[in-house]
């Protein structure tokens, strides 16, 4: 199977040499957001230093400033997990990182709306939606129904995440024919605290 994958809410070098290591396609920083996972650009940014692999910005509605900082960092993609409308992902596409929109997904309608914005992004990524309440908007290990994406159409290329784990990556992936999976908690020993084991379990399963 040669679906992708991305690591995300990395903290440690160590953790980003593991990912590295089993073959993750893609690397994930929380910045600036309210996350158990959060680092700020600076620690972000010292830890993409020698990546090989795509590096992933994961922020919260950001301003133009945080954009442009995260551009002048090196990072090649930034992922918008907040509530960008339409215009502000295209916006922030037009300040020249790869544009990665989050949709959080609970039904059909949600899948439709999210392809709105296949012509301001270049990715959509759909995920659980959060616990009503929380104010962290991803990370919590959720899966949703993955039927729910065989009712709309969806783009050719997309990124599924939300609890996906060494156990159910295969099935989601095999389910859903995403060409990314994107994995936080399920290879975590504690919130932002990988585990090497987990990850290439994960990434094993995958590949079968
Ligand atoms: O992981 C976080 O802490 C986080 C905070 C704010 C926005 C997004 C966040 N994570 C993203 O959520 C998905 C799903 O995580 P999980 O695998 O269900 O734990 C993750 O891949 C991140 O892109």
């Known amino acids: 199977m040669d679906t992708q994958v991305k690591i995300c809410g990395l903290t440690r070098a160590g953790d980003v040499a593991a990912a590295e290591q089993a073959g993750a396609n893609f690397?994930?920083?929380?910045?600036?957001?309210?996350?158990?996972?959060?680092?700020?650009l600076a620690e972000a940014a010292a830890l993409i230093t020698g990546v090989k692999a795509h590096t992933v910005?994961?922020?919260?509605?950001?301003?133009?400033?945080?954009?442009?900082?995260?551009?002048?960092?090196?990072?090649?993609?930034?992922?918008?997990?907040?509530?960008?409308?339409?215009?502000?992902?295209?916006?922030?596409?037009?300040?020249?990182?790869?544009?990665?929109?989050?949709v959080p997904v609970a039904s059909a309608d949600d899948v439709t709306l999210a392809t709105e914005y296949s012509g301001a992004a270049d990715l959509l990524l759909f995920d659980a939606k959060a616990p009503k309440g929380d104010t962290q908007r991803g990370g919590h290990?959720?899966?949703?129904?993955?039927?729910?994406?065989?009712?709309?159409?969806?783009?050719?290329?997309?990124?599924?995440?939300?609890?996906?784990?060494?156990?159910?990556?295969?099935?989601?992936?095999?389910k859903t024919r995403a060409s990314i999976v994107d994995v936080a908690s399920g290879v975590e020993a504690s919130p932002g605290i990988k585990d090497a084991t987990l990850i290439n379990a994960f990434m094993e399963q995958l590949r079968g």
């Open 141 to 174: 290990g959720l899966t949703f129904d993955w039927s729910i994406l065989g009712l709309a159409p969806t783009p050719k290329t997309f990124i599924l995440a939300g609890g996906l784990t060494p156990h159910n990556v295969r099935e989601a992936a095999l």
């Open 57 to 102: 910005a994961v922020t919260v509605d950001p301003d133009d400033a945080l954009v442009d900082g995260i551009k002048a960092a090196g990072f090649s993609h930034i992922q918008l997990h907040g509530s960008e409308t339409l215009a502000r992902t295209a916006e922030i596409a037009r300040r020249g990182l790869i544009v990665i929109k989050a």
């Open 27 to 40: 690397l994930g920083f929380i910045v600036e957001a309210t996350s158990s996972r959060k680092l700020t």
